[in-house]
């Protein structure tokens, strides 16, 4: 493991949306490709990568509710499509010589293995990127959740939010321009500051287990690299 690393084992939260590119909904080749060249980088360094993954690019439970469909089976439908884009992250790793496991914590037969967290910790230890698909296995639980469940389950240094902004700002910086941006947080100031960094379910987790996150703009080539290199204008802490 590189001594120049700061989190050795991280899990990265990304979005289904990295994986559509400037495509409305589904999937584009390409910006599949940039997902995985950026994460060879950091592995090319000694990183150890779990990886969990949302599934807007398809389908997000919130879409059903509004046409009055029923919150247990929308979500479960949001799980499945986490299912689709691991197995889409799997050949695009593959296709760039990555050993990638799949992991599911729903049943899916001869599709993806189920969830075992002691086969994930070997998997990790041997350089093999692991993705944890169908959410935590339950709805009203967010992928955010299941990140950081996750995260702590295989003893990762901090669990990274991929989005489209560089770290968290008092304010909402495409709208407000006068936003001040923070490079470090406590999970207590997050909390006085009403900062919306993930759902309140898996930011309690994080607090109560002292498990960092790190929010930062995916969209940069070498972002990725400096965050866990420690590089702390690559995005804003939480600790």
């Given at each position: 493991?590189?001594?120049?690393?700061?989190?050795?084992?991280?899990?990265?939260?990304?979005?289904?949306?990295?994986?559509?590119?400037?495509?409305?909904?589904?999937?584009?080749?390409?910006?599949?490709?940039?997902?995985?060249?950026?994460?060879?980088?950091?592995?090319?360094?000694?990183?150890?990568?779990?990886?969990?993954?949302?599934?807007?690019?398809?389908?997000?439970?919130?879409?059903?509710?509004?046409?009055?469909?029923?919150?247990?089976?929308?979500?479960?439908?949001?799980?499945?499509?986490?299912?689709?884009?691991?197995?889409?992250?799997?050949?695009?790793?593959?296709?760039?010589?990555?050993p990638v496991l799949i992991q599911c914590a729903i049943p899916?037969?001869?599709?993806?293995?189920?969830?075992?967290?002691?086969?994930?910790?070997?998997?990790?230890?041997?350089?093999?990127?692991?993705?944890?698909?169908?959410?935590?296995?339950?709805?009203?639980f967010t992928t955010d959740t299941a990140a950081t469940l996750?995260?702590?389950?295989?003893?990762?240094?901090?669990?990274?939010?991929?989005?489209?902004?560089?770290?968290?700002?008092?304010?909402?910086?495409?709208?407000?321009?006068?936003?001040?941006?923070?490079?470090?947080?406590?999970?207590?100031?997050?909390?006085?500051?009403?900062?919306?960094?993930?759902?309140?379910?898996?930011?309690?987790?994080?607090?109560?287990?002292?498990?960092?996150?790190?929010?930062?703009?995916?969209?940069?080539p070498d972002t990725l690299e400096r965050v866990i290199s420690?590089?702390?204008?690559?995005?804003?802490?939480?600790?």
């Open positions: 493991m590189s001594g120049s690393l700061r989190f050795n084992r991280v899990l990265l939260k990304l979005s289904g949306e990295a994986l559509k590119g400037q495509r409305e909904f589904g999937y584009d080749a390409s910006a599949i490709r940039a997902v995985v060249e950026k994460i060879k980088t950091v592995l090319d360094r000694g990183a150890e990568v779990a990886i969990v993954v949302g599934a807007g690019n398809i389908w997000r439970g919130k879409m059903g509710g509004k046409d009055g469909m029923d919150h247990v089976n929308a979500d479960k439908m949001g799980m499945l499509a986490t299912v689709m884009n691991a197995m889409a992250l799997r050949e695009f790793f593959s296709e760039a010589g990555i899916m037969g001869t599709f993806v293995a189920p969830y075992d967290r002691e086969q994930a910790i070997r998997a990790l230890e041997s350089g093999q990127v692991v993705i944890f698909a169908g959410g935590t296995g339950n709805p009203f996750r995260a702590l389950e295989t003893d990762c240094d901090a669990v990274l939010k991929a989005t489209k902004v560089d770290g968290v700002y008092s304010a909402d910086p495409m709208k407000d321009p006068s936003a001040v941006r923070y490079s470090e947080l406590s999970f207590d100031e997050a909390l006085e500051k009403h900062l919306s960094v993930m759902d309140a379910a898996a930011f309690s987790l994080c607090r109560d287990n002292d498990l960092p996150v790190i929010v930062f703009d995916f969209s940069s420690g590089d702390s204008s690559a995005g804003t802490v939480v600790s």
